[in-house]
Every structure is written in structure tokens, then in C-alpha cells.
């Protein structure tokens, strides 16, 4: 059947005639010809004759719109405003109440806090922006609506006949509908006013809603196995200990699975996952963008040498250091200067707070983001070094500590005994972790019980921390307490790099002549 468009002011049927009547029956616009053709016998008027009414309806669309849609869409919009303010109240409010609880424990419920506080932070986001997005979709309805009125009105002021019925039909059957609202996650936190029951109860109840799950402190579990997959007598006993001390919400796999394995198009020497699926890794001069399959997206040279790389857990920008003592962030696939250091800056981390941590020689400092100091670890002729060496650093996204390599070279005021040490935000020690782990625990024919070196560092999303042992050719998997809880995975080649992306795949650089990028999925929720 001949469709007819909008505008057009001749027949479908017979081309060139006008539209000058209109079908009672078919309640459509017809030439004279369809008279005695397609509609003989219809009841037909002129269509002259039913405009005053279509323009009637029109104004009143009009008037309703401009008077009840709009307000309603406006109050819509403001909404969102609150929604958001509230939002992160509510999140606030929650974090603050759950540390005062936390506060009356004992030190083996850090782990359990940090999780919650991670579970909070996430839901703040995902709400964040379902809102944002909301509200976009509420403004371009919004803004649907004000051309359709315009539209509207021109065809009223100057439109024919034809455009004036066009009109009336296209409001009366809209293309567009109002944005439905979102569901929000919601959280709910109940303290438990008895310490002295198990540990697991102590922290108090949490109930979390949203996107399709739900999670309580039911559902968190923690177990440890040995580099073939299978527990051990021992470390059962130990994992039992541990759900006490560190429950999270996740449970670890009985095997490392392996999601992608590729050689690397250029050489690594950090490696920052994304926050949607690609990674940043940089060479001597350049840094590179790389999709999971180790595809080049994007680019960027460097003039100077660039030391090391960290991604923002806020902004989400990467940050770069380089041999020339400066610090940049790259911005719109530019590197922008943001402050120099007085020596050189070997490694680089940016914390949630948005500080800047530099490590150098036989200290680390943290800076804002213009260069003002505001803590180090530089001996102050105390004695040794808090850092000698440092080598890779990492923030805790939940607790906030800070973790740091340590090569411990003697020319720096070591010993050449590598090990990982442990800070708390204002750089005080909370333990030194030097590769120990549990004498049932079998060394591989690969690994070949070398000593600890550990070349990276890097933690999940609840805290936990994972090591580049690298001459040991694996990967280590610590509690945030310290404690050893599994090798994740060995290899033939040695670990040079770790990253974690938002759903905890560990990104991990293996090099013997060429980088080898390893995708590894060792946890599940």
C-alpha cells in the first residue's frame, strides 16, 4: 500500500493530484480521483472543513504542555540535584557509623571494614551514574518537547492544511516518552551492640540492594589453596583462622584461569588498567594504550624519560613522572606539567585523596597535586631509612595504607634483603613483609625456591595484596594484615608488572626476551 509522507500535499494513488478531501472512513486525506477509486462510496468532506478542530486540538497540546509537561519534567530535573546531594549523604553517613563501630574492635576486623567501606564507594558510583544519566535523558526529553512545540506553533502561524493535520497526528502519537526513573542501590548498616560474640558478627549487619544482588555479611567467604589448586591440611586450618580476621567479599578460586594471554606490541615497563577494559603501559619515552587483546589505541610521546605511570582512582587521568623530575597528568592526550621535585622521581602513585606519592632515593613523599609537601618518610637522623630503594608503590582503595617495594640496595642505606613494607596514610610502619611463606607449601619446578624479590606491588579491590615475586617466576596473593594466602599463578617467564582492574583481573607482564601480558581471573564474587 502506497505510503504517503509527511508534507507531501499530492495523492499516493494518483500522483500529481491534490489532497483536497478527507476520508471519514479511512480517516485519511484523498484526491477527487480516489472518489471514484479507492474510496467510492466513502463518506468524504473537504478538508478545509475539519482544520478548525485539528487546530483546536493543537492549542490545547499546546497549553498543556507548556503549562503541566514542562513543569513536571523541570521538577524532574531538579530532583536529580537532590538525588545526587542525598546520595552521597547517605554514603557518608553510612562510612562515618561503620568506623565508629570499627573503632571498638580489635585490629583483626580491618579487612572487614575496608570491604564494606569498598562495597559503599562502588554503590556511591553505579548510583552516581544512573543519576547523571537520568538526568541527561530528562533534559533531552526536555528538550523533544520544546521543538515539538515549536514545531507546533509554525504550523499553526503558517502551515497548511495538510501540515496542520500532519501535526495533530504527530502529537497525538508521540515518538518520544517520558525517561522512566531508576533504581537507586540502597545500604543499610546495623551495629552489633555485643563485641564479645564471633568475629564474623562483630563488625555488624550489612545489607546492600541494587542492580539485580544483594549481599550480606552472609555471603562473604575467604579460602586459601596451594599452587595446584588444593588446599592443604595446614592451610584449611589457617583459612579458618583468616575468615575470622579478613572476610571479603569474594571467594578465590580453586584455579588461576588465564582470560587472555598475548605478546605485547611494545616493551612494559608499568602497567595502569582503565577503568573500562584497556590498560596504559609505558616504555622509556612513550606511553601506550592497549586494549585486552593487546591491540595499540592510543599513543603518546614523551621528550624525556619516563620513570613510571599511575592512574587516578578519582579523575581516572593518568599521571606521569619522568627523569627530569617532573610530575604531568595527561590531559586530553597531553602531557600538562604539574609541579618538579628537587630529586629525581623514580615511582609515582596517586591516592584517593587526590595526594601524590614520589618515591625517591632512601625516602617517599606525598605532595599535592600544585607540589606542596605534605609528608615523608626522609630519615631525619633517626637511623636507617623507612625506604631505601623504593621500587613500586600502591594505595589500599579501602584502608588507604600504602604498600611499597623495597630493593633495599646497601649504597642506599639497605641491607639487599628485598622485602614490601607497609604504611599507614601518615607513612608510619604497620609491618614489613619479606616473601615468607608456609613451609607446606611446595615450591614449583619452575619457581625453584629462589629468594624474594619482589618487582611489583599492587592491591585488589578489598585490600588484599598482590606481589611480583620475580625470581621466583609467580604471583603472590598477602592479606592486608600480612599473611601469605596463596600463590595465584607461576610461570616460565618472570613477573615484571601487576595491575588490577575495577572487576579484579589481574593484569600481570611476564619478560624473559619479549613482554608476555597475562590476563588472570584468581577470585570470583
Known sequence: MPLRMKGQTTCSYHKERKLDFFCEKCREPVCPKCLSSVHKGHFVCEISEITPQKELDIKNFIDRTEKNGLVQIGKYINSTDSLLKDNTSTFEKLSQKLKMQTDKLKQELDMLTAQTLSLYHKMEEDNTKLIKNYKQDLEMYEKQLNQQIQECKAALQCGSHIQVYDTFCEIHSPTYSLPVKPVLGTANFTPNESPQDLLKKALGKVITS?????????????????????????????????????????????????????????????????????????????????????????????????????????????????????????????????????????????????????????????????????????????????????????????????????????????????????????????????????????????????????????????????????????????????????????????????????GDVLWAVFGTWRDQVKLLQYSSV
Not at 587472555?260 to 612494559?268: R, T
Not at 637522623?381 to 611499597?404: D, F, M, Q, W, Y
Open 210 to 502: 541494587g542492580q539485580g544482588q544483594t549481599f550480606t555479611d552472609q555471603n562473604r567467604s575467604v579460602s586459601t589453596s596451594d599452587d595446584l589448586g588444593q588446599p592443604s591440611t595446614q592451610q584449611q586450618q589457617r583459612s579458618e583462622t583468616k575468615v575470622k580476621k579478613a572476610v571479603t567479599t569474594y571467594k578465590l578460586q580453586p584455579q588461576t584461569k588465564v582470560v587472555e594471554d598475548w605478546e605485547s606490541p611494545c616493551n612494559i615497563g608499568s602497567i595502569c588498567p582503565t577503568t573500562d577494559g584497556q590498560v596504559w603501559t609505558k616504555s622509556s619515552g612513550t606511553l601506550t594504550l592497549l586494549d585486552k587483546k593487546g591491540k595499540v589505541i592510543e599513543q603518546v610521546n614523551h621528550n624525556a624519560g619516563i620513570s613510571d605511570i599511575s592512574l587516578s582512582p578519582t579523575t581516572h587521568t593518568l599521571w606521569v613522572c619522568d627523569i627530569d623530575n617532573n610530575i604531568m597528568e595527561l590531559v586530553s592526550g597531553r602531557l600538562t606539567h604539574k609541579f618538579s621535585t628537587k630529586e629525581e622521581p623514580e615511582y609515582i602513585c596517586i591516592t584517593a585523596s587526590n595526594h601524590v606519592i614520589v618515591g625517591m632515593t632512601k625516602h617517599i613523599s606525598k605532595f599535592t597535586t600544585d607540589g606542596k609537601m605534605v609528608c615523608t618518610t626522609m630519615d631525619k637522623g633517626t637511623g636507617k631509612p623507612l625506604v631505601c630503594t623504593p621500587r613500586r608503590i600502591s594505595e589500599c582503595p579501602a584502608t588507604h595504607n600504602v604498600a611499597v617495594t623495597d630493593f633495599s640496595h646497601e649504597f642506599d642505606g639497605g641491607n639487599e634483603n628485598q622485602h614490601v613494607v607497609v604504611m599507614d596514610t601518615d607513612f608510619k610502619e604497620l609491618f614489613v613483609y619479606r616473601g615468607d611463606i608456609p613451609s607446606t607449601y611446595k615450591p614449583t619446578p619452575q619457581t625453584g625456591g629462589g629468594s624474594f624479590y619482589p618487582s611489583d606491588v599492587v592491591y585488589d579491590s578489598v585490600g588484599n595484596l598482590i606481589i611480583g615475586d620475580y625470581k621466583n617466576k609467580r604471583v603472590l596473593l598477602i592479606s592486608g594484615g600480612g599473611e601469605f594466602l596463596r600463590v595465584i599463578h607461576t610461570d616460565t617467564a618472570y613477573p615484571w608488572a601487576v595491575g588490577i582492574d575495577r
